[in-house]
């Protein structure tokens, strides 16, 4: 089966570059044959997206700055004004202070803590709740990226963990509060991947390396398998899955401890 996204729209928010999650799934939408928005946040990030939307077909670009309510208004005003209706959203944006993605969590400030979740988590209920006039009259789906450090302990994830399994939890109740309505709101949890933001987390390198070598498929996960799983998420081949989260890790999540020969 060959699926496809022709006439459907989306909106992508968090790509960084082009090694980040949000474009290796725009990459792949776009191939399918979704027209693309972009959202960015400030004139660096938006002079590295321009291109890569270019590249695709899109002129759409605007400056959001997620914990600001006037901000995200203007953005899907914009986003109305231009478009009658959205298929797909793709949310990929997460923070926390990298100081803090380091050591123990029992040193996590208030202030960081605040924040990490007012950024990675609430910003993906606020996003679907402005989504949602766009999306109600014909049904479309809500995406988020989480990781596996909500579930379990990784070094120096510390805060973001907490973030991520909140994160999960959002998206089953949204999932819930948005059915009726035919909207599907999903996580997609990559295991380790070289993007701008993993880098932030201490130890990262060594921590790719680890996964790289246990996962049962041999290797981490690409941007490409990332980007098949949200083109099938967006698609009519997704119309029954929502409330999940899918891992897209080469199966690392099933191991117990590392593979033998790693021990």
């Given at each position: 089966?060959?699926?496809?996204?022709?006439?459907?729209?989306?909106?992508?928010?968090?790509?960084?570059?082009?090694?980040?999650?949000?474009?290796?799934?725009?990459?792949?939408?776009?191939?399918?044959?979704?027209?693309?928005?972009?959202?960015?946040?400030?004139?660096?990030?938006?002079?590295?997206?321009?291109?890569?939307?270019?590249?695709?077909?899109?002129?759409?670009?605007?400056?959001?700055?997620?914990?600001?309510?006037?901000?995200?208004?203007?953005?899907?005003?914009?986003?109305?004004?231009?478009?009658?209706?959205?298929?797909?959203?793709v949310h990929a944006i997460a923070f926390s202070d990298k100081s803090e993605l380091q050591?123990?969590?029992?040193?996590?400030?208030?202030?960081?803590?605040?924040?990490?979740?007012?950024?990675?988590?609430?910003s993906f209920i606020d996003v679907a709740r402005r989504a949602h006039p766009l999306m109600?009259?014909?049904?479309?789906?809500?995406?988020?990226?989480?990781?596996?450090?909500?579930?379990?302990?990784?070094?120096?994830?510390?805060?973001?963990?907490?973030?991520?399994?909140?994160?999960?939890?959002?998206?089953?109740?949204?999932?819930?509060?948005?059915?009726?309505?035919?909207?599907?709101?999903n996580a997609i949890s990559p295991g380790m991947m070289k993007t701008l933001a993993g880098?932030?987390?201490?130890?990262?390198?060594?921590?790719?390396?680890?996964?790289?070598?246990?996962?049962?498929?041999?290797?981490?996960?690409?941007?490409?398998?990332?980007?098949?799983?949200?083109?099938?998420?967006?698609?009519?081949?997704?119309?029954?899955?929502?409330?999940?989260?899918?891992?897209?890790?080469?199966?690392?999540?099933?191991?117990?401890?590392?593979?033998?020969?790693?021990?």
């Amino acid at each position: 089966m060959t699926i496809r996204l022709d006439g459907k729209r989306g909106l992508v928010m968090g790509v960084a570059n082009d090694r980040s999650i949000a474009w290796g799934i725009a990459r792949a939408c776009h191939a399918a044959g979704a027209e693309l928005a972009f959202t960015h946040q400030g004139e660096a990030f938006g002079k590295r997206v321009e291109p890569l939307a270019a590249s695709v077909g899109s002129d759409f670009l605007v400056d959001v700055d997620v914990t600001d309510d006037a901000s995200l208004d203007a953005a899907f005003a914009a986003l109305a004004e231009r478009w009658d209706r959205l298929d797909f959203l793709v949310h990929a944006i997460a923070f926390s202070d990298k100081s803090e993605l380091q050591g123990r969590i029992l040193n996590t400030s208030r202030a960081n803590f605040k924040n990490s979740m007012d950024i990675s988590v609430y910003s993906f209920i606020d996003v679907a709740r402005r989504a949602h006039p766009l999306m109600k009259d014909h049904g479309g789906t809500l995406l988020t990226m989480t990781y596996l450090g909500s579930q379990r302990v990784f070094p120096n994830y510390n805060v973001m963990g907490v973030a991520k399994a909140a994160l999960e939890s959002a998206t089953r109740y949204l999932a819930n509060d948005l059915g009726r309505d035919g909207i599907r709101v999903n996580a997609i949890s990559p295991g380790m991947m070289k993007t701008l933001a993993g880098a932030a987390i201490g130890g990262a390198r060594k921590s790719y390396r680890h996964t790289d070598t246990n996962a049962p498929l041999g290797a981490n996960a690409t941007l490409e398998a990332v980007g098949g799983t949200a083109v099938w998420l967006c698609s009519e081949a997704g119309a029954c899955t929502t409330g999940e989260v899918i891992q897209v890790d080469s199966g690392y999540h099933v191991l117990g401890m590392p593979q033998y020969d790693n021990l």
